[in-house]
């Protein structure tokens, strides 16, 4: 008797999808048992999910009469009904026949398939790094935008787009294991301000010896850190209270994709896209972060418009604030959508904040048991972000509390009792009363 087993091959599949797994056997031989393996932890364990036993069924409509010698084709087929992740891997069919010869004999023979399970991305979203934090707008500072593309199989292709073109990027190397989340450091290069120039090369453009100053390749984009000794640091021939920098026409991107294994057998995909911002042209340009996966029929994207804050709402709680009340000035939004994320600060003019600081961090400031004294006082709240910056300002306005009588607080703020105040006025009137 002889056996042959073949798996049909199947085309990767998506999660969700129905998946028919074909065992094809042909043998002259009468059929024994069929049984369907799963193999996992890499073929050490096989998870046995079908099993047919001839020596059990009372069917025999399909069986040949093993006495004709003839050649006779099967298929088992195995249904999983909706693929997941999980169901990812390799799969095998054994069969067994009867020996021709003897009964007692059993010939064995098997074929193997490996199921690509994909899924497509859950969830994609643009991030701005290390933000908030503070920003100047004077000086060239990197920016970076972070995609992230989160429950894939496989990777998927991420790419940036800006104003619905293609951004054609400077690919950089991954980091070296263990290194920890990247971020763009010491990749700047030294924009120069269009007022400072080498003296040697401003006298040898004027002599019209050596290269002209027109023709110098001025630095571009993201340059590779250059070592201090070798470095020629311009001389300043006339300064400006602003400095401008020498911009080129077109920004220099700088791209990174990695992307890190997931438990559940999906992988987490990050691009990022670094450039030097610059305010005058990057104000309100809109960038997307596309996705290309083969389990998607089109790419989904997420998109981010940066744009600087503008005519933050601030509310105070409570409305009509008492003295020894704890008041509470929240930044609630602005007038338009903001991003990247702001930074607030907050100052109070022409003089220290009540805990005696001279700023404050964040969206919300609190004042806790506001004297009498903070009646009429300003305070400053200052947003910003990569783009630019705002400020908004509030009064204060401190009313009488009929709970607390006038004078009873010291000078940070604190109430004193209703005993040591009668006691101090019982003492003034008796120094009278002895003086008279």
């Known amino acids: 008797a002889y056996l042959t087993v073949s798996i049909e091959p199947l085309p990767p599949v998506v999660v969700g999808d129905a998946v028919t797994l074909k065992c094809n056997f042909k043998t002259d031989g009468k059929m024994r048992e069929i049984v369907w393996y799963r193999v996992t932890d890499g073929g050490t364990i096989k998870q046995k999910i079908f099993t047919f036993d001839a020596m059990f069924s009372t069917n025999f409509s399909h069986m040949e009469n093993y006495r004709k010698r003839e050649d006779l084709v099967y298929q088992s087929t195995v249904r999983l009904p909706e693929v997941r992740i999980s169901d990812n891997g390799p799969y095998e069919c054994h069969v067994g026949i009867y020996d021709r010869a003897t009964r007692e004999k059993v010939v064995l023979a098997s074929g193997n398939i490996f199921l690509n399970v994909m899924a497509p991305p859950t969830s994609i979203s643009v991030l701005a790094a290390d933000t908030p934090a503070p920003f100047s707008r004077y000086q060239a500072q990197n920016f970076t935008l972070v995609c992230v593309v989160s429950g894939g199989k496989p990777a998927p292709l991420v790419y940036f787009k800006r104003d619905g073109e293609p951004i054609e990027a400077t690919p950089l190397p991954e980091p070296p294991a263990g290194a920890g989340s990247w971020a763009p450091r010491n990749l700047l290069h030294r924009d120069l301000d269009d007022t ?73 995909a990050r691009a990022t896209l670094t450039w030097t911002l610059n305010p005058q042209i990057d104000n309100e340009a809109l960038f997307s ?40 000035i929240l930044v609630q939004g602005f007038q338009n959508e903001v991003f990247p994320e702001p ?20 969206k919300e400031l609190v004042l806790e048991r506001v004297p009498a004294e903070l009646n009429g006082s300003m305070y400053r709240c200052t947003a910003q972000n990569p783009l630019g910056s705002t400020d908004t300002h509030t009064r204060l306005i401190v009313f009488e509390n009929p709970n607390i009588p006038r004078g009873t607080e010291d000078s940070n703020g604190s109430l004193t009792s209703h005993c040591s105040f009668r006691l101090v006025l019982a003492l003034t009137i008796t120094v009278i009363l002895e003086l008279t």
């Open 196 to 268: 400072k120039v080498p003296k040697s090369l401003a006298a040898e453009g004027e002599v019209g010896g050596g290269q002209p100053l027109a023709t110098v390749d001025p630095p571009r984009g993201l340059a590779a850190e250059r070592g201090p000794v070798t470095e020629t640091i311009p001389e300043t021939v006339v300064s400006r209270e602003f400095p401008r920098w020498v911009h080129v026409a077109e920004p220099i991107y700088y791209f990174r994709h990695t992307h890190a294994p997931v438990s559940d057998g999906t992988v987490e």
């Open 289 to 328: 972060c596309e996705v290309k996966h083969p389990a998607l029929s089109m790419p989904m994207q997420s998109e981010v418009t940066l744009v600087a804050p503008k005519g933050p709402k601030i509310t105070m709680t409570p409305t009509r604030a008492r003295v020894g009340d704890t008041v509470r």
């Open 343 to 362: 930074l607030f600060t907050w100052t109070r003019v022409g003089s220290r904040l009540l805990d005696g600081s001279a700023e404050h961090d964040g």
